[in-house]
């Protein structure tokens, strides 16, 4: 995951190298929430996205609608690869 990700946020795009992101794995939608322990609820985010993200879940209006975002992006990234 670290390498298809290329050092880079996922989220955000910041990177290690040019702007000294952390980058962690982190479930794309937690377990608690119905994420699946699998690849595709996987991905490579920075500090700051993650705990941006720990946010949105405390509130499940802003909950549902991060996960709602989420498959947008899949849907957007789908259709351009
Ligand atoms: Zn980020």
Request: negative net charge; hydrophobic residues 35%.
């Amino acid at each position: 995951m670290y390498a298809a990700a290329q050092g880079q946020c996922e989220m955000c795009g910041r990177t290690i190298d040019r702007h000294g992101a952390t980058l962690a794995l982190d479930y794309k939608i937690p377990p608690d929430w119905g994420g699946r322990d699998e690849d595709e609820n996987l991905w490579v985010i920075c500090k700051d996205c993650s705990n941006g993200k720990a946010e949105n879940f405390q509130d499940e209006k802003c909950a549902l609608k991060w996960i709602g975002n989420i498959f947008a992006n899949d849907i957007v990234r789908a259709g351009k690869y």
